[in-house]
């Protein structure tokens, strides 16, 4: 995988200690990862798909793993491992439990249980916005994880996941720093996204527990405001993201949403780790979801797959010889929509369908829903969230679009290539290190990218895509080199693994195990 191990051949000739560890080589590590989210007990986007494959694929490696996550509505536990803990936020005590779910492949999975903050409609918010509680939900999350890995389970790592975990590493290193049992955990943060980072008003540190002493600029205060994924930057012992270039990227003002100075100055202790793809999920030859399996040795079935998505989204079968586009995203301002309401009228010109899934910001839906009135034979549109056409559309569809205007890693473009569905992305972030341009003299490249975010760029992207469409034979080319690469987690899964050896020798006591 090209993500993964080079990037940290480099991260290790920079950052090995001088010191040789003869003690902590490496060996069979018990690994805990807390996040908001992952499946199959959650999901509102990749995390979750990082959350459920990163765990198992470590699990295959020889380690012991557990995941933490909240209790939503609807996940079903086997037992109760802790019926209280207590958990103090401002002047109020809260008693949420610690219950265990079915192991999945050997990864244990464990919930913070306390339905008035979990048993909602939603996990993050509902129609009216997020939920205006986010701030103590999520701090009583991160402390019950600290109680856990005390009274459960205690790791040799723990690996946290956005700024819903982010306070794990500050509580670790500051309220439990005189801990015997947990003070010293090594701690590794893994940003996903760095335009949500979870920042509240001045009021909110009290309200999670947290002396107003935190408030500067060297822990949570952020113009003003606090800001947890900032302290969990400030207090992590690793930083990671999902792709290099997104690990370039948020050093930028362009990309850092206010925190590349923070980010900047950890520079030396940040590497970029590509997600890898669950193929047991999401591979043509072995996907339960779609109409007809298929591999890049026989793509007959990817007829039948295209045929029965149509049939799904009530578009006629005439469109089975058209190129059909297929997007599914949340409709958020990240994922550069505005790029396609810019070129729309101009697409549709072309010969082409599209195959729509996605929900979020009403501008955007309100832009596939329209154009498939307007368009009613060439274009299907779902607003929702619809796991099953997800994969019809993965399967079913001839393109798949992502013009994100940032994109820290993206996992439909990964999935895409393997279903051979071409990528056409804009080149940023997670895009640009798993899409390939194809060049049609050499049949080398994996799909079309574009660079400059304009609607111009992405129209002339497509219109190339739609050229070599047209050319049966370099189009069996773009698909098969897309269809052959693999981004199995096996390779980001033993990054992850150098990562952890590496933090847990940042946090070695001076002379201990060392040779000198
Ligand atoms: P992000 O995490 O930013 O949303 P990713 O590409 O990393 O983007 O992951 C998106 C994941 O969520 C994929 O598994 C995708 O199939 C899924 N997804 C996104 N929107 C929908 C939807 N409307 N219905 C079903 N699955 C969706
Ligand atoms: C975030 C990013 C996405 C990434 C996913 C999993 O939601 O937007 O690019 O693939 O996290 O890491």
């Not at 009216?128 to 040799?156: I, Q, T």
């Not at 298929?294 to 793509?299: A, D, G, T």
Request: proline share 4%; hydrophobic share 40%; net charge neutral.
């Amino acid at each position: 995988m090209s993500g993964g191990n080079g990037v940290l051949g480099i991260f290790l000739t920079a950052y090995r200690p001088s010191v040789t560890f003869l003690t902590y080589g490496p060996r069979r590590m018990k690994i805990l990862l807390v996040a908001s989210e992952g499946a199959p007990y959650s999901k509102t986007g990749g995390l979750a798909d990082v959350i459920d494959g990163l765990p198992r694929a470590l699990q295959a490696l020889g380690h012991e793993v557990a995941v933490l996550l909240p209790r939503y509505h609807g996940n079903t536990i086997r037992s109760t491992l802790v019926s209280s803990v207590t958990i103090a936020l401002d002047d109020r005590l809260r008693f949420p439990a610690i219950v265990e779910g079915q192991a999945i492949e050997g990864v244990r999975h464990l919930f913070v249980d306390d339905p008035e903050f979990f048993d909602r409609a939603g996990l993050y918010g509902d129609q009216n916005g997020d939920y205006p509680d986010n701030a103590e939900r999520f701090a009583e999350f991160s402390r019950a994880a600290v109680e856990c890995m005390k009274r459960v389970w205690l790791p040799d790592i723990v690996h946290c996941h956005d700024w819903q975990a982010a306070l794990v590493p500050v509580l670790l290193r500051t309220q439990y720093a005189k801990d015997a049992v947990v003070r010293s955990l090594p701690t590794v943060l893994t940003i996903h996204n760095l335009a949500y980072q979870g920042v509240f008003p001045p009021t909110a540190l009290r309200r999670m527990g947290l002396p107003d002493s935190l408030f500067t600029i060297d822990a949570f205060e952020f113009y003003g405001k606090v800001n947890l994924l900032k302290a969990g930057v400030v207090f992590a012992d690793y930083l990671t993201t999902v792709s290099r270039r997104y690990a370039k990227e948020i050093q930028t003002a362009e990309y850092g949403a206010g925190l590349e100075g923070v980010i900047r100055n950890r520079a030396d202790r940040l590497v970029g780790i590509l997600n890898g793809v669950d193929y047991g999920t999401w591979s043509p030859e072995a996907d339960k979801l779609i109409a007809e399996n298929y591999s890049v040795h026989n793509l007959a079935g990817k007829a039948a797959c295209k045929k029965d998505l149509l049939a799904r989204l009530r578009l006629p079968e005439e469109n089975l010889s058209r190129p059909l586009i297929g997007i599914v995203s949340r409709f958020v301002a990240q994922k550069g929509f505005d790029l396609l309401a810019e070129i729309a009228g101009e697409l549709m010109k072309e010969d082409v369908a599209l195959a729509a899934l996605g929900t979020g910001a009403p501008e955007y839906e309100e832009l596939f829903r329209g154009l498939a009135a307007k368009y009613p034979r060439r274009v299907g549109a779902k607003i929702g969230y619809d796991n099953g056409l997800a994969h019809k559309i993965e399967a079913g569809a001839d393109i798949f679009l992502m013009p994100s205007r940032f994109e820290p890693c993206g996992l439909n473009q990964i999935y895409s290539l393997r279903y051979g569905t071409v990528p056409v992305v804009r080149a940023t972030g997670g895009l640009d290190d798993t899409v390939q341009k194809f060049v049609t003299g050499t049949r080398q490249g994996t799909g079309f990218r574009f660079e400059s975010y304009s609607g111009a760029a992405l129209l002339d992207c497509i219109r190339t895509a739609l050229k070599v469409f047209r050319d049966e034979q370099a189009w069996r080319a773009v698909q098969a080199n897309g269809m052959n690469k693999d981004y199995s987690w096996r390779a980001s899964a033993s990054a992850y693994v150098t990562l952890y050896e590496a933090a847990r020798r940042s946090r070695i006591p001076r002379g201990v195990g060392s040779s000198n």
